[in-house]
């Protein structure tokens, strides 16, 4: 099955950005951390992004350009060539692919003059966005192909363009060997690729995350487990994203109580975090993170926690692309006149 919508009518176009549309078409830029940009040529480029570097193997750029060639082709558009065409196009794990197609006219009517004979000029490339997702784990990653062109018909040369080889050159490179010129950075060897720092990194958006998290850690001689339930408010630079986190941490101990029977008893954090990740971290599976976080006990059950019992955290060594972390902690009481060191074991959903 193949979904059409066409919107080259004034009338269909305050659609566009409707529910449905945005639910079909959309596209999660914000989660979006490498991208990269292609010359093709002749005035044309196509930019890549995606969620992780790992997720580029996964594209078969060659193949989905041939599908959706194929698809294209089977819906007979041409439509005028003087408009701005533009093709969104979503690849399904079902098969059920979805294609949408807008005209944009020029506003006005452009010329190019040749030996005195007057020739119509169109002013505004095509584009066509390919939009899908592989496989990460347990969940999906998306990715975005974006085709800047002179004509539509240009495309139809790139399956054989070697852009799968140059996928496998960008994820096979080192680094430090991309080079720098006037604020770009390029593929080693290969100056028809770049982006703004090396292997496609950039810190992408300012956003706001939810973070849940089941955690573990010692205190005194017991072994704490606890539930960690807030938000972290995520703002990016060039070379740093800044977190800055606020959550109630609820830990659980499990002591007798008066009659002698064994009970669980519920105790509740409050905690501030900041955390500095420099963009160089993105290519590392294990890194230490800079943090610092301060929590104090706001609901006491049980005889485990002293009262006013106080904990910051200095540091963090991440694991598995910042899903698993342990983190140093220092509990005190009475401004540090009592101290229980302890590390916490941290697995983020």
Known sequence: MLMLIVSINGELIAQENSPNNQKVFGFPVEKMTRRFYFDLGKGNTMQLELEELDDLPRIRIDSLLRIMLVDADALKYKGSELSSRNIDYVFESSGANKIRIREIRQAGTS?????GNPSLL?????????????????????????????????????PDFKLAEKFENIYNSKPQRWNTEKGRTYLPNDKTVSSKQAKGRFMGYDYLNIRLSADIQNYKNNFVPSITLGAVFDISSNRFRHAFGFWGEYHFSF????????????????SLSYQRTSINENDKKTFFNPNISFGILTKRKGEMYDKGTMKIGAGKFTMS?????????????????????????????
Do not use: C, W
Not at 111 to 115: E, F, G, K, N
Not at 257 to 262: D, I, P, Q, V, Y
């Open 122 to 158: 169109k002013t505004e490339q095509d584009s066509v966005f390919i939009m899908g997702k592989v496989p990460s784990g347990n969940k999906a990653h998306h990715y975005r192909l974006s085709f800047y062109l002179n004509d539509l018909s240009d495309l139809t040369s790139y």
């Open 111 to 115: 010329y190019v003059i040749d030996q």
């Open 321 to 349: 692309s910042g899903r698993t972390s342990l983190e140093p902690i220092i509990y005190f009481t009475d401004f540090f006149k009592q101290v229980s060191p302890g590390i916490r074991l941290v697995q983020s959903f």
């Open 255 to 270: 002591e007798k109580n008066a009659e002698g029977k064994l009970q669980t008893f519920g105790n509740k954090f409050i």
